[in-house]
């Protein structure tokens, strides 16, 4: 089968390799006769970058692996359904380092849509891929988005020398309003302890060490900087303000989290605000 990959970072490569080792044919960001597309852009970049591949896509499957929101506050469902068709439209998301999927390590990941899923699924999966499928479209978003806010604050915790127990209690708090705001979008409370969500928590990801680099009194721009890191969790902050606001559900941890890395609350402050 044709695959077009869209954005050839270190998720892309990895998905690429994943796919050449099964056989497919793999195109980066070329979209001309293949079947289906995957979208590993910043979750910012998502509806640019498919809105100026458009007239090539038809009836594609377009995946998106991208774990964010729009930079309006919109899940990244809602804004696409306004220029794709929402049943083509599917979201790949699961705790899956890049160079461990390459090395064919077992791994498993979710894959939420609607009708089409289980043939994606077919293609896709392998002995070592492990693909669940799920219809919570709007749960597995928002917890992939809101996983990389958790991480943040509890790397930011171990950067200022927390122990284990304050970590872990940031953990639980964060995963519980992670819970709440999916919820009160419309998801399913089990998804959140799923693939999505907890299941990605447990990596030491590039959000974490970002959270630590805080934590040790580094300056945001040169940690970015340093680690050539494309913002996705920091822009899930602000954008989860963005609901907040719109659907009037107060989200103290995220507030808490903004209010430590832009307005210079103390971190045990921050800490002990959302107690």
Known sequence: MKITILGHGVFGSAISTHLTRLGHEIEIDVITDSRLVFVCVPSFAVVSVLENNKESIKDQKIIICSKGFNDDGRLLSDALKEEFLEKNIFFLYGPTIADEIKRGLISGIV?????????????????????????????????????????????????AGYGQNTQAYIFTKGIQETQKLGVA???KSETFIGLSCLGDLTLRSRNRLLGIGIGQGRRLEDIVAEMKYTQEGIATIKNSKIISKRIGLPLLFVDTLYLIIYEGLSIEEGIRKII
């Open 111 to 159: 894959l939420a849509g609607g009708e089409g899923k289980k043939e994606i699924k077919k293609q896709i999966e392998s002995e070592n891929l492990i693909v669940e499928l799920t219809d919570d479209v709007v749960g597995v978003q928002v917890g992939a988005a809101l996983k990389n806010v958790i991480t943040i604050f509890v790397g930011i915790a171990e950067g």
């Open 185 to 187: 979008l419309g998801a």
